[in-house]
């Protein structure tokens, strides 16, 4: 055999071997980047639940009969304690441990106020992030005791439990069921289409493209009112469609309309950038978009 393409095959195959080698670097180094973010929010939970009035057991949160929660009487430290709640209820929600999201929501009811709709937004998604998705039924009845109704929001939440485990049937059916509800306070909104949307596009590979195309032609359809989530996803919708020209008119009319860029739109915009043969001068836009 020429010395030449004895050279060349094994100077092929170092470099197989180096991509395998760093394959299983990153690979390590992403599952130790999750460790150490699961890791990092259960460090945040005994403090957390000091500010909620609660305490951590390792089966159980429980009410801290020492430490009662009293709402504050001004709207800033009303929303500081809100905010504490949601980031407890989330953290629970990220690591796995749903059955704890329902024992905060659950405690939250012998507080001397009303318990917000946000909450249970938050413990909807939060069993959704964890994929336990039968504790959805347990959070509706708490929320109904609790004297709050069916709303856009708790939809939208609904979706986006069930979108984060795949079941995109039913993201559609509970879609469906809001178009023809009477109540207005339970019709689709432009936070019901970006969801719908973004879940139709994270399954493109394994579902095809027509579940976003006529999620896409319902919503052109639509009188909803556009905000600028939407407006940012649809770089990305058409992006996945394979329509890379609308995808990049888009980006820039967002741009001349002057609605802030969001992560979704830039992200398309440079995998666009890079298709077969790079466009540097689109790369160069979009780094300069996101400098400003």
């Not at 938050?122 to 039924?137: C, F, Q, R, T």
């Not at 996803?233 to 992006?239: E, L, R």
Request: charged share 30%; hydrophobic share 35%; with cysteine.
């Amino acid at each position: 055999m020429d010395k030449k393409k004895i050279k060349k095959q094994k100077e092929f195959t170092e470099v197989e071997e180096d991509e395998e080698i760093n394959q299983e670097k990153l690979q390590e180094l992403l599952k130790q980047v999750e460790t150490d973010s699961k890791n990092s929010k259960e460090q945040q939970i005994p403090e957390l639940c000091l500010a909620c009035g609660m305490i951590d057991h390792p089966d159980k949160v429980t009410l801290d009969p020492e430490n009662p929660v009293i709402l504050p009487d001004d709207e800033e430290g009303q929303e500081t304690q809100l905010h504490m709640f949601l980031s407890l209820i989330s953290i629970y929600g990220d690591i796995g441990k749903s059955n704890k999201v329902i024992q905060v929501l659950e405690n939250m009811k012998s507080f001397d106020f009303q318990v917000p709709v946000e909450v249970f937004v938050a413990g909807i998604v939060s069993v959704g992030e964890s994929n336990d998705l039968d504790k959805i039924e347990d959070i509706l009845r708490l929320m109904e005791t609790c004297g709050i109704g069916y709303s856009t929001m708790i939809f939208n939440a609904m979706i986006t439990a069930y979108g984060n485990g795949d079941n995109i049937d039913e993201c559609i059916q509970l879609f469906q069921m809001m178009q023809e509800e009477q109540n207005d306070a339970i019709k689709p909104d432009a936070t019901t289409y970006t969801i719908l949307l973004r879940i139709c596009g994270n399954y493109v590979k394994e579902n095809g493209k027509e579940p976003l195309r006529h999620m896409l032609a319902v919503l052109e359809d639509s009188k909803v009112e556009w905000d600028d989530s939407l407006h940012n996803i649809m770089v990305n919708v058409y992006q996945l469609l394979g329509d890379s020209e609308k995808s990049i008119a888009k980006y820039r009319e967002l741009k001349e309309k002057n609605i802030p860029l969001q992560l979704e739109a830039t992200s398309s915009i440079l995998r666009i950038s890079a298709e077969g043969k790079p466009n540097f001068e689109l790369m160069e836009e979009v780094q300069q978009d996101i400098e400003r």
